[in-house]
């Protein structure tokens, strides 16, 4: 769909690295340029032309959000991306509301940046996180949730999607047990706000993370969603310009209001924009046509790649564009490389789902995710080279 | 060298490499190299006795290039003295960089002197010196 929009895809080559990041429309980027080359100025104070333009895309970006994934437009934090986003929530947020006595829980196919702040706020304050477990399918079963809940769960902070097996959880009905038991539901919406419809409202969700960069818009901007309540006892990470209201040599101080209280320093302006523009690119077309297009592609590939002898798929069933596979016998990393000189940009590793490992048993793996520009030609090129496996060493070495 | 040979020999120290498989011993210098741009991820141990290497080993999961270059790279290093080694390490470091190098101290390592056409695999290539290296540099700092 739409290819003529992704200047990249002139260059002759297949992209199924979509799940690292997305190429950008020439409307995003446009987008950007214009603010750089026509109308550049900060935000927060606008008594000038550009600087009244820039203000109203900058703030209207919220609004955009807010319609994008049904939340308020108060409840929209611009951040660096999912990473810094999850950050907060943990850093900002549960530091203050956790204490030892409490569970979290996770699962071991969280990408590194849903675990790692964990990790290191428990060793802070000891609280206890725990695992649910997966099933067969790596995949995350509502039973599952159920059962590793106890009094003492407090926050199950898990991927949308996953980055690794593409699974998509059941945030809705997860959310819902989440409200009655009065747990905090962290959602990483990195894989799936791209990809799906997410509702932050009707999913229940608390707090909500995602990336400019792998949703067609600009790397440095991504979004944190908090529900309001929440964001009122969140504290900020960063102090300075923009976020204050007045502070005096007496020590006394006043923030502004939520959300710009957790917005300090000079924002990336360009990047809200071309976020901004990225959304509206997604709504023009629909995110549910996108979905539906996605797994369409992946219907047709998982057939074609189950002819091909030498070949393991751990994710035929996932209802999302990932798929991870090994050609047998070969590591992953020969393989990406082998398909790189037929132009076919795949990922090879572990995805940086290190504890996912243990589950599959194996460590690495060659992803393809997709996204709405990819089409059957794609994948019939990526057939034809995978077709030819037992030369993989004479091509790479 | 001959494509096809140069081939032949990645391939077999790839499936069937020399001095893989770790085992338990304190007297051995240890590192883990797990480099940034690629997923390999190798243990190294490295067994030095007046001033000589008795032993190195390693395992973990890898590609070919750097799995066969750990194969033949333990397996030139065995046996010779440290500062051979330094200077067998220079000058596969040089070669893979594609500075000068004196191909004589190199041998089988050789078979590596075209890793730089394809800048993608040098770090696959160098990740077994840059191991050696690293535990020679905590050679240096216990004494
Ligand atoms: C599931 C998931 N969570 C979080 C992230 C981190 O996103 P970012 O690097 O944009 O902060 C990624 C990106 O790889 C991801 O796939």
Same mark, same amino acid.
């Given at each position: 769909?739409?290819?003529?929009?992704?200047?990249?895809?002139?260059?002759? &080559?297949?992209?199924?690295?979509?799940?690292?990041?997305?190429?950008?429309?020439?409307?995003?980027?446009?987008?950007?340029?214009?603010?750089?080359?026509?109308?550049?100025?900060?935000?927060?104070?606008?008594?000038?032309?550009?600087?009244?333009?820039?203000?109203?895309?900058?703030?209207?970006?919220?609004?955009?959000?807010?319609?994008?994934?049904?939340?308020?437009?108060?409840?929209? &934090?611009?951040?660096?991306?999912?990473?810094?986003?999850?950050?907060?929530?943990?850093?900002?947020?549960?530091?203050?509301?956790?204490?030892?006595?409490?569970?979290?829980?996770?699962?071991?196919?969280?990408?590194?940046?849903?675990?790692?702040?964990?990790?290191?706020?428990?060793?802070?304050?000891?609280?206890?996180?725990?695992?649910?477990?997966?099933?067969?399918?790596?995949?995350?079963?509502?039973?599952?949730?159920?059962?590793?809940?106890?009094?003492?769960?407090?926050?199950?902070?898990?991927?949308?999607?996953?980055?690794?097996?593409?699974?998509?959880?059941?945030?809705?009905?997860?959310?819902?047990?989440?409200?009655?038991?009065?747990?905090?539901?962290?959602?990483?919406?990195?894989?799936?706000?791209?990809?799906?419809?997410?509702?932050?409202?009707?999913?229940?969700?608390?707090?909500?993370?995602?990336?400019?960069?792998?949703?067609?818009?600009?790397?440095?901007?991504?979004?944190?969603?908090?529900?309001?309540?929440?964001?009122?006892?969140?504290?900020?990470?960063?102090?300075?310009?923009?976020?204050?209201?007045?502070?005096?040599?007496?020590?006394?101080?006043?923030?502004?209001?939520?959300?710009?209280?957790?917005?300090?320093?000079?924002?990336?302006?360009?990047?809200?924009?071309?976020?901004?523009?990225?959304?509206?690119?997604?709504?023009?077309?629909?995110?549910?046509?996108?979905?539906?297009?996605?797994?369409?592609?992946?219907?047709?590939?998982?057939?074609?790649?189950?002819?091909?002898?030498?070949?393991? &798929?751990?994710?035929?069933?996932?209802?999302?564009?990932?798929?991870?596979?090994?050609?047998?016998?070969?590591?992953?990393?020969?393989?990406?490389?082998?398909?790189?000189?037929?132009?076919?940009?795949?990922?090879?590793?572990?995805?940086?789902?290190?504890?996912?490992?243990?589950?599959?048993?194996?460590?690495?793996?060659?992803?393809?995710?997709?996204?709405?520009?990819?089409?059957?030609?794609?994948?019939?090129?990526?057939?034809?080279?995978?077709?030819?496996?037992?030369?993989?060493?004479?091509?790479?070495? | 060298?001959?494509?096809?040979?140069?081939?032949?020999? *990645?391939?077999?120290?790839?499936? @069937?490499?020399?001095?893989?498989?770790?085992?338990?011993?304190?007297?051995?210098?240890?590192?883990?190299?797990?480099?940034?741009?690629?997923?390999?991820?190798?243990?190294?141990?490295?067994?030095?006795?007046?001033?000589?290497?008795?032993?190195?080993?390693?395992?973990?999961?890898?590609?070919?290039?750097?799995?066969?270059?750990?194969? *033949?790279?333990?397996?030139?290093?065995?046996?010779?003295?440290?500062?051979?080694?330094?200077?067998?390490?220079? @000058?596969?470091?040089?070669?893979?960089?594609?500075?000068?190098?004196?191909?004589?101290?190199?041998?089988?390592?050789?078979?590596?002197?075209?890793?730089?056409?394809?800048?993608?695999?040098? @770090?696959?290539?160098?990740?077994?010196?840059?191991?050696?290296?690293?535990?020679?540099?905590?050679?240096?700092?216990?004494?």
């Amino acid at each position: 769909m739409h290819r003529e929009d992704f200047p990249m895809l002139e260059n002759d &080559i297949v992209y199924f690295d979509n799940g690292a990041t997305t190429l950008k429309s020439k409307r995003v980027v446009d987008s950007m340029d214009k603010y750089y080359l026509e109308h550049t100025s900060n935000i927060h104070r606008g008594d000038y032309d550009s600087a009244v333009i820039t203000n109203e895309l900058y703030d209207g970006t919220r609004d955009v959000v807010s319609h994008f994934i049904n939340c308020d437009s108060r409840e929209v &934090i611009f951040t660096s991306g999912t990473t810094m986003s999850i950050n907060m929530v943990v850093f900002g947020f549960m530091k203050y509301y956790l204490t030892d006595k409490d569970e979290v829980l996770l699962t071991k196919s969280e990408h590194a940046s849903n675990i790692l702040p964990w990790i290191v706020l428990a060793e802070e304050i000891g609280f206890k996180i725990k695992y649910i477990d997966l099933d067969d399918n790596y995949e995350l079963t509502l039973d599952n949730v159920k059962k590793s809940i106890t009094d003492k769960t407090k926050v199950i902070s898990i991927a949308h999607v996953t980055n690794v097996i593409g699974d998509v959880r059941d945030i809705k009905s997860i959310g819902e047990i989440c409200k009655k038991k009065n747990i905090i539901l962290n959602v990483d919406g990195a894989q799936s706000v791209p990809h799906m419809k997410v509702d932050f409202k009707d999913m229940n969700i608390d707090f909500l993370s995602f990336s400019g960069h792998k949703m067609g818009g600009p790397t440095g901007v991504g979004v944190l969603v908090g529900r309001y309540e929440l964001l009122e006892k969140m504290k900020p990470l960063c102090y300075g310009g923009g976020m204050n209201n007045y502070f005096e040599d007496d020590n006394s101080y006043e923030l502004k209001e939520i959300p710009t209280r957790f917005e300090a320093g000079t924002p990336a302006i360009a990047e809200v924009i071309g976020l901004r523009s990225a959304i509206l690119y997604l709504e023009d077309i629909g995110i549910d046509n996108i979905h539906k297009h996605e797994m369409e592609l992946k219907k047709y590939l998982v057939d074609k790649l189950e002819k091909i002898d030498n070949i393991t &798929i751990y994710n035929k069933n996932s209802n999302s564009g990932i798929i991870a596979f090994n050609v047998d016998g070969v590591f992953a990393q020969d393989t990406s490389v082998f398909l790189n000189h037929y132009k076919i940009a795949v990922r090879a590793g572990n995805h940086c789902a290190k504890e996912l490992k243990d589950v599959i048993g194996i460590k690495n793996t060659v992803r393809v995710s997709m996204y709405l520009y990819n089409n059957k030609e794609d994948i019939d090129r990526l057939v034809e080279a995978l077709k030819n496996n037992k030369e993989i060493f004479n091509v790479v070495l | 060298m001959d494509n096809n040979l140069r081939r032949e020999i *990645i391939l077999d120290n790839y499936q @069937n490499p020399d001095n893989r498989g770790l085992i338990e011993d304190d007297s051995y210098l240890k590192v883990n190299t797990n480099s940034e741009s690629c997923i390999d991820n190798l243990d190294f141990m490295m067994k030095i006795e007046d001033g000589v290497v008795k032993d190195i080993r390693f395992d973990g999961e890898a590609c070919a290039i750097s799995t066969s270059a750990s194969s *033949i790279m333990t397996r030139s290093l065995i046996g010779k003295k440290v500062e051979e080694v330094r200077e067998i390490l220079v @000058n596969y470091q040089n070669m893979i960089n594609e500075k000068d190098y004196d191909s004589e101290v190199l041998g089988e390592l050789n078979v590596y002197d075209e890793i730089c056409k394809q800048p993608n695999r040098k @770090n696959c290539a160098l990740l077994p010196s840059v191991a050696v290296d690293k535990m020679l540099g905590e050679l240096g700092n216990e004494k």
